[in-house]
């Protein structure tokens, strides 16, 4: 079971935004679970917070911009992919300009400060977002494409082609998060020389310099033209190395290219919120098509946010009434599960039918039967006690009670005939046999009670 983390030391940081040239310092500091990753602009009189979500993107030109009421911060990708490395989840970062600084133009520097401020395990679980099914994205205008495959855990693979004798068709692989500060985090930017005075012109790489990003020369190139770049950097001096590349700057990888886009695409992947659990495999991946997938995934997060469990009559349940009964201390008429659908070590989705047979009908508005609320609440608690007792490798030799109900409420009724689909899901990892999760409850697709229930394994005396 995978714990949130955070920073457990506020520290800063300070550079130049590569694109505006201005100045800037950053405060991380620690933030609570649940928190996400978040910006607050404390340059600005009102000091807004803007989430680092893919709904806020509006600018993908070289760099990737979100922006929330108006107020912009630009260039976070590099940092979110040192975020996505340690594994940090929730962290606020306090700044004071529009622009994050480029540093090296790779995430290694801020891998290196957050690693300083030291990792806090959190109190809280984990959320991942499970690739179930095949996602797709193809840009019709570049013929870029991206995709997600199930798998057991994030896993990316990128290919680039920039029809460049200097560059050539370049891989790179990540074949876990884990190898991503050794091998991944300080892969730089990088652009062509053909691009520099454009991108110049277009008021863009106002921070740039030949420290911080590679620079290609795919062409033969005279001394004026490189006079030319010289004053542009302010450098009296400008050569090309053998790799092709400008000022003698050494390549540290011969994908360097390629380890840099897949860079991008960890930072602009985790404007999703959470970590993914799948295979992405992308082909000429850029800002726009890494945000647009994004967005995709983010908007397929929510709808099975709101989704009820898929139950399949045609399939063996995870756990029949006679393994129910003999894990639950329950019996009928107060057994309220028939079936375990999924059982992870987070999560317990169960299934009850309720018929006119059940014997709270006879007294709970005869006339006009209705399951009574605090009968639901019991129902789901006693699927979340499958999930509690699960934890022990001696079940039938522990109860659980009740300690807290919170946040609970009840959208429909639920009348006979209607089969319950419940969903209960730790909040926290279970510590000294307590154990708090939320909970919804399903009739079809449409959710019908919902609620925070905590409750506390004792061991029968």
Known sequence: MDHQLTIKNEISISG???????NVT????????????????????????????ASYVTDTERSTTICKDGVKIQTPE?????????????????????????LDGSSVEYIKCLKKAELHKQ????KYFVIKEEINYEDPKTGAKIRALPADELSIS??????????????????????????????????????????????????GDLSNAIVYVERETDENELKRIGKLFNIKSIKISEDGCLNNLNLKYNNEAARHKLLDVIGDLMLIGMPIKGQIIAHKPGHLLNTTFSKIMKDLIKKEKNKAPHYDV?????MDIHQIMETLPHRPPFLLVDKIIELTDTKVDGLKNVTMNEPFFQGHFPGSPVMPGVLQIEA????????VLNTVPDPKNYLTYFMK?????????????????????????????????????YVGEKLVMEGELMAQIVKKK
């Open 16 to 22: 130049v935004g590569l694109h505006t040239g201005n």
């Open 26 to 53: 950053l405060n991380f500091k620690p933030a609570p679970a649940n928190h996400g990753i978040s910006f607050k602009r404390i340059d600005l009189k009102s000091q807004p917070i803007i989430e680092a979500s």
């Open 78 to 102: 590099h940092f979110l992919a040192a975020c996505a490395g340690l594994k940090i989840d929730n962290i606020l970062i306090e700044i004071d300009a529009e622009e994050l600084p480029i």
């Open 123 to 126: 109190n809280a679980v984990r």
């Open 158 to 207: 990128i290919q680039i082609d920039y029809k460049s004798k200097v560059l050539g068709n370049q891989t790179a692989e990540l074949k876990n998060i884990e190898q991503f500060e050794t091998e991944f985090s300080d892969a730089r930017t990088f652009c062509f020389l053909h691009e520099l005075e454009l991108l110049s012109k277009n008021d863009l790489i106002k921070g």
């Open 314 to 318: 045609n399939k063996s349940p995870v």
């Open 380 to 387: 789901m608690a006693q699927a979340g006690g499958i999930l």
């Open 405 to 441: 109900i919170d946040k609970v409420k009840f959208k429909q009724k639920v009348l006979p005939g209607d089969t319950l689909i419940f969903e209960m899901e730790l909040i926290s990892p279970i510590r000294r046999g307590i154990c708090h999760m939320f909970g919804k409850t």
